[in-house]
């Protein structure tokens, strides 16, 4: 069974949502989108809390959310507890944020990267694995830190 994914944009992040939607679906995840949903100016805080809230309490497993740089929507998401948001241009990043950091949304600029480049990074991200060990330790860690 595939992971339930939790998908938000805003005006900037919408075309590549809705792109990214259909390559998700096409691959077999249940897409739950939080919105928006037309291209109207509306403000990232919005979509990102909510989807952000639903990968906190399990109901979806990891998070996609998309502004026009990826930064705002990690910002609103690292502030709810329970979220490891990493905002990755690269699939490098991607790949890393789940390994070492277990991250569980990925937050991505609609406005730095193509289709292609997108959908790299999105396959990395849902195909690596956290790898535990002094990793854990340096999570633990942020946990007790800041009680997020
Ligand atoms: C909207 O213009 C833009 O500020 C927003 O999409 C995002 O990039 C903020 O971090």
Redesign the pocket.
């Known amino acids: 069974m595939k992971e339930k994914i939790a998908v938000a944009s805003?005006?900037?992040?919408y075309d590549l949502k809705q792109e990214l939607i259909k390559f998700l679906e096409i691959e077999g995840y249940k897409v739950d989108d939080f919105g928006t949903n037309d291209k109207s100016?509306c403000d990232?805080p919005d979509f990102a809390f909510k989807a952000s809230k639903s990968v906190a309490e399990k109901l979806n497993d990891f998070g996609i959310l998309i502004?026009?740089?990826?930064?705002?929507?990690s910002?609103v998401a690292n502030k709810v507890k329970g979220i490891r948001a990493a905002n990755c241009c690269s699939v490098d990043m991607a790949k890393l944020s789940r390994e070492h950091n277990d991250a569980n949304i990925l937050t991505l600029?609609?406005?730095l990267l193509n289709l292609e480049e997108a959908k790299s990074i999105v396959v990395a991200f849902l195909n690596s694995k956290f790898e535990g060990d002094r990793h854990l330790r340096r999570i633990n860690k942020i946990n007790e830190l800041t009680g997020l």
Not at 10 to 13: E, L, S
Not at 67 to 73: E, K, N, V
Request: glycine share 30%; hydrophobic share 30%.
């Open positions: 805003d005006h900037a992040g100016s990232y502004c026009g740089t990826g930064i705002g929507m910002i600029g609609a406005r």
